[in-house]
């Protein structure tokens, strides 16, 4: 079995049923206490967003020199990142439907990128939620051009799988709008590409919206300057980009998240689905401004067990999460920002080798801990073990 994977069957029925409820019981408490203070935080984080989205495009539009078009497209780039990780995510997450703004409605809200609200919805809320890190079952587990667990058979293309990641980190935004085309699937031929034509027609207009926007209307209304308007609009793209595929990928791929076997999953009981939310999650510390510039996803742990609970109460229950798992003696994956993304990293570039490579003794044993080194040296932070 893949060291990834983690067999389900580390404690009883019992234990699991009372951990389940333990859990519950943490939820409902905090869906209770819902209210006003929850309903002001998103609509600050909204106006704030809106201030940086102004401001940075009329630095861009107005700007004299190229330090003032810099600090356009960092605002720009801040009010991307704002709305797509802690507006965007969350309240297509139905995290605000309680308060009945049909700005902040789930099945209204449309977000700042390429992926259409509905598609999101589909594969991410329901299928990414439901079936977290199975195998087989989870399209978002390596999004289809990864391999990161032993589970899935080695083939040579997978060698070119850290460029495929920084291809996708660039793309991200496409990556996820696509996502729901499964062409995966229609190579293995278990989809029908006629199947998928209601999909391209909503991606065709909401592709078309987001580029006609960044890329057609803004640079119209600056004349002249049209070129640093477009340039200014496609870097603060490319870090909305780069920055969430990152925050992503150490939530979800770090070495010590967990992957599973669909047989091992069926029939489970609700403190199961806990279980297997918390050992296939990864959550980072840091800065209250790393937390929010991550959606709250930095508690990827507590998002994937509570994906409807306002993400800015995750550091407030992630304490008693954490103290609920020691006492049932699971572990809680938690580290700095840097470290897990460095075990990112070490996984990519470990599967996508053959695995006698880097099984004990392998000539590329030692893969995981040169890499950790070098990005030790160069972060001053420590390393992980190989």
Not at 148 to 156: G, M, V, Y
Not at 288 to 293: D, E, N, Q, T
Request: glycine share 8%; with cysteine.
């Amino acid at each position: 079995m893949d060291m990834q994977t983690r067999p389900l069957s580390l404690m009883t029925r019992e234990e699991l049923d009372s951990f389940g409820a333990e859990l519950d019981e943490l939820r409902n408490e905090v869906m209770a206490d819902l209210g006003q203070r929850d309903a002001d935080y998103i609509r600050s984080v909204v106006r704030r967003q809106r201030y940086a989205e102004i401001a940075g495009r009329a630095l861009i539009h107005f700007s004299l020199t190229p330090l003032s078009w810099a600090a356009g497209v960092g605002l720009l780039s801040l009010s991307k990142i704002l709305e797509n990780m802690e507006v965007g995510h969350n309240v297509l997450h139905g995290q605000y439907d309680w308060m009945n703004d049909p700005e902040l409605n789930s099945r209204a809200y449309e977000w700042d990128i390429v992926c259409d609200s509905e598609s999101w919805r589909h594969y991410h809320n329901y299928e990414h939620h439901t079936f977290t890190n199975i195998i087989g079952k989870d399209r978002d587990y390596g999004y289809g051009l990864m391999r990161l667990s032993r589970d899935e058979p080695w083939k040579p293309w997978h060698l070119t799988q850290f460029g495929n990641y920084l291809a996708l980190s660039v793309f991200f935004q496409w990556g996820v709008a696509l996502h729901e085309l499964e062409i995966d699937n229609i190579r293995k031929g278990t989809v029908k590409p006629l199947d998928k034509i209601p999909f391209l027609k909503r991606f065709v207009d909401k592709t078309s919206h987001q580029l006609g926007k960044d890329y057609v209307l803004f640079p119209l209304l600056a004349g002249p300057f049209a070129p640093k308007v477009f340039a200014g609009n496609l870097i603060a793209n490319l870090n909305r980009n780069l920055w969430t595929s990152t925050i992503i990928f150490c939530g979800h791929f770090t070495e010590d998240a967990q992957t599973f076997l669909e047989e091992e999953c069926e029939d489970e009981s609700r403190g199961q689905w806990y279980y297997r939310q918390l050992l296939g999650s990864s959550n980072f510390t840091g800065k209250r401004w790393l937390h929010i510039m991550s959606g709250h996803l930095s508690y990827q742990i507590e998002h994937h067990m509570y994906p409807d609970i306002p993400a800015h109460r995750y550091p407030e229950i992630a304490g008693r999460v954490e103290e609920i798992c020691r006492r049932y003696g699971v572990p809680y994956n938690t580290d700095t920002f840097l470290n897990q993304y460095k075990t990112v990293v070490t996984r990519i570039l470990k599967h996508s080798v053959p695995d006698s490579l880097t099984e004990p003794g392998g000539a590329l044993d030692k893969v995981g801990g040169v890499v950790n080194r070098m990005l030790g040296r160069f972060t001053g932070q420590r390393t992980l073990a190989s």
